[in-house]
């Protein structure tokens, strides 16, 4: 018994020094201005960040008008013609999609231009989260990377979007250790 209490004890220890020597330094959420969103929600009044690319929407009377997702940083892999294609999802209570809209980037104005007027955000509108992802979206003829790019950035912060969901569901659920030393019904 002796020797598994100074083997914890050590192993307390040990993991006491390491996480002190660690410089953890807090993420900074980004704020998304409510002009930004304005357009997508028109009685919006505050935005209120759930982590660094995902937003709740809400009036004035603190009602929940949607989501906004933003693409980055978990697209950034995905390139189009000239870089990545950041995207802006507009999401209404439900979860579905209202709006994609192509933020800031370095695409070339008129594939860019193309990829708009070719209808390609219009594909998802209206849409859940699993119908966008499972629907089969062709690129835009003439702007295939950038398009192409559009795509699949949709499909990596909409899979990262159910995996978070997904997550905060679960933290809900109790534990092992909660459902072992919760108070028993009777």
């Avoid at 990596?156 to 978070?164: I, K």
């Amino acid at each position: 018994m002796r020797i598994l209490r100074n083997l914890m004890s050590g192993l307390l220890l040990v993991g006491t020094m390491t996480f002190v020597g660690c410089n953890v330094t807090p993420v900074r959420i980004p704020e998304l201005p409510l002009s930004e969103v304005k357009p997508y929600f028109i009685e919006a009044s505050e935005v209120q960040a759930i982590d660094t690319a995902y937003y709740q929407v809400k009036d004035a009377n603190g009602q929940v008008l949607g989501t906004v997702l933003l693409s980055a940083p978990y697209s950034d892999p995905v390139k189009g013609y000239n870089g990545p294609t950041p995207l802006l999802i507009a999401l209404d209570p439900e979860n579905r999609i209202m709006q994609v809209a192509m933020l800031d980037n370095h695409e070339t104005p008129r594939f860019a231009q193309r990829v708009s007027d070719g209808g390609l955000y219009q594909s998802w509108k209206g849409l859940s989260v699993e119908e966008a992802l499972a629907k089969d979206v062709d690129a835009i003829s003439g702007a295939t990377y950038t398009s192409n790019s559009v795509i699949n950035s949709l499909n990596v912060r909409l899979e990262a979007y159910q995996r978070q969901l997904k997550k905060d569901y679960n933290a809900l659920k109790p534990n092992f250790w909660q459902r072992l030393f919760a108070p028993k019904k009777r």
